[in-house]
């Protein structure tokens, strides 16, 4: 009896949620990779940047710089978001995810803002290389930002619904993880895209 | 004697005895010509980027996107692997590193006893 006990509360070290959001993760920055391969051929293949036929559109590069730190800042709360659900304190964790979420949301809309007016502007899918690359790797991005926030929704309601402890929390640790990634894989887009 | 072509031809016969003989002779047709195509023309043949001019600054673009994407999969396995790693050996890797930071504190303070 004391051994079966045992073997129930034994758990491994890595979680299978984890490894798989782990191995999800590679994935993803393997596709991250090969996008930023291509920015990286069209970049540094063109002596001018942006090409002549774009040469008045300017991209917005301080407000995207602000929305950067509200990214980065949306990561901190996700961090401690996780640090409340480790020391058992549920009410912290729901405050957290939601400061979080609204965090994502706000950054999502500045987003879309910024594009309705690039498209004004004249930028679009069809413009040219420069429209293409950077509507599929800013979009690419923004996609997964979307993702994260719809996943951070759902963990929201699970946290409401009192789903999580200091015992039990994998869905909490997975969201942090993939949170994260978005997170920190934007400032590196923001200084390929915006700033070189 | 064993030369590589009597194998070859024992290969083209058993393949042969196998009715598949005509798959084989036309893979050998095919390799030759690609194979003579290649010798005949090298220049359009060649594939890497990074190898051509480098002045050019589309074979420098094609240069760093092939050097990025290199080093992405050391990138994703190490940190991958690096965690897993940190998962499986993290308490032993702690204790490791008090013991350590024990033996540093005391030989600061004077008091190594051996």
Redesign the interface.
């Known amino acids: 009896m004391a051994q079966n006990n045992a073997e129930i509360h034994e758990r491994p070290?890595?979680s299978n949620a984890r490894?798989a959001v782990?191995?999800l993760?590679?994935a993803e920055?393997?596709l991250f990779?090969?996008l930023?391969?291509?920015f990286?051929?069209?970049?540094?293949?063109?002596?001018t940047w942006p090409p002549p036929s774009h040469i008045g559109i300017e991209l917005p590069r301080v407000i995207t710089g602000i929305n950067t730190a509200l990214l980065l800042l949306s990561g901190y709360t996700m961090f401690q978001a996780h640090r409340a659900i480790r020391k058992d304190q549920v009410q912290q964790l729901r405050r957290w995810l939601l400061i979080t979420g609204v965090l994502g949301l706000l950054f999502l809309g500045v987003q879309g803002s910024e594009w309705v007016q690039l498209i004004r502007n004249g930028l679009t899918l069809q413009s040219g290389v420069y429209g293409g690359i950077f509507y599929v790797l800013i979009g690419c991005h923004a996609l997964h930002v979307l993702t994260a926030v719809i996943w951070l929704l759902v963990v929201y309601g699970m946290a409401v619904a009192g789903r999580f402890s200091a015992q039990r929390y994998v869905g909490v640790d997975t969201c942090t993880i993939y949170w994260i990634f978005v997170v920190a894989l934007w400032p590196i887009l923001y200084v390929l895209v915006y700033l070189l | 004697m064993n030369r590589p072509f009597w194998g070859f031809r024992a290969q083209l016969a058993s393949l042969y005895s196998k009715g598949q003989a005509k798959t084989c002779y036309t893979t050998v047709v095919w390799t030759a010509i690609l194979v003579l195509f290649m010798l005949i023309v090298p220049t359009y043949l060649e594939a890497c980027p990074g190898c051509k001019n480098l002045d050019d600054?589309?074979n420098?673009?094609?240069n760093?996107?092939?050097l990025?994407?290199m080093a992405?999969?050391f990138?994703?396995?190490g940190l991958?692997g690096g965690?897993?790693f940190l998962?499986?050996n993290?308490n032993r890797l702690s204790a490791i590193s008090n013991q350590w930071r024990l033996k540093v504190r005391n030989l600061l303070a004077g008091r190594d006893k051996r």
């Open positions: 070290p890595l490894l782990l191995v993760l590679g920055t393997m990779s090969g930023i391969g291509a990286l051929v069209f970049r540094v293949g063109n002596v | 600054p589309i420098k673009g094609f760093w996107s092939i990025f994407m992405m999969p990138t994703v396995f991958v965690t897993i998962h499986f993290g």
